[in-house]
């Protein structure tokens, strides 16, 4: 995918301003607070669900891929919308961050609101992209387990961030207790792809 290229652009951008690596937060939630494992047991299948709007996107089917070549690796398996054990929503949005003064060495995925400061003015402002992935029981509608990635850079393009979002989220799955982790990536130079180098807990 092209817009995997523009990763490069963001780990650039990011050695620039201080910051130290490529790193991405994750938030996760389980069904009445049920342990994960527990939340996701049973058969790995699953259908994507889709809004209106993603439905009339012509980008949506490039994330829908992301998703499903990623699940695969997890051993999840796609029904292409037949009835499946789990319904997966997808969401996802870009969006300008705060700007204020604050630290400047910090990684990717803490340089958040009131951290832009001057460095809007050499570098460009910072934007926060965000994916969200619900794991819904196909039968019941039942929310089983809910895993959000957050990642900020430099690029305003919503898709750019995408293959990083998708691999942050998908790291473990499902991700062990607390429910806020940082994971740390690094963009394979033959490839262009994101690979996940290591992940650990974060103490709110």
């Not at 690796?73 to 997966?88: E, I, Q």
């Not at 700007?99 to 460095?119: K, Q």
């Not at 794991?135 to 995408?162: I, N, Q, T």
Request: hydrophobic share 40%; with cysteine; proline share 6%.
């Amino acid at each position: 995918m092209a817009k995997i290229a523009h990763l490069c652009a963001a780990l650039a951008a990011a050695s620039l301003t201080a910051c130290a690596g490529l790193s991405a937060d994750v938030h996760t939630v389980s069904a009445n607070g049920a342990d994960r494992a527990v939340a996701l047991q049973g058969e790995q299948t699953y259908s994507l669900a889709r809004t209106q709007p993603q439905d009339d996107s012509a980008d949506h089917p490039q994330v829908e891929k992301l998703l499903r070549d990623e699940l695969a690796k997890h051993g999840f398996v796609d029904t292409a919308g037949k009835p499946a054990h789990y319904l997966l929503s997808i969401a996802y949005s870009t969006r300008p961050a705060s700007i204020g003064i604050g630290g400047e060495d910090c990684a990717p995925a803490d340089c958040g609101a009131g951290s832009d400061g001057p460095g809007a003015l050499l570098f460009g402002r910072k934007y926060q992209h965000a994916l969200t992935l619900r794991f819904f029981d196909y039968a019941s509608g039942a929310e089983r387990y809910k895993v959000g990635a957050v990642f900020m850079d430099r690029d305003a393009d919503p898709l750019h961030a995408l293959p990083l979002l998708v691999k942050t989220a998908l790291a473990k799955l499902p991700f062990d207790a607390p429910v806020d982790w940082r994971v740390k990536l690094s963009i394979d130079k033959t490839s262009g792809e994101p690979n996940v180098d290591s992940m650990e807990p974060l103490q709110r």
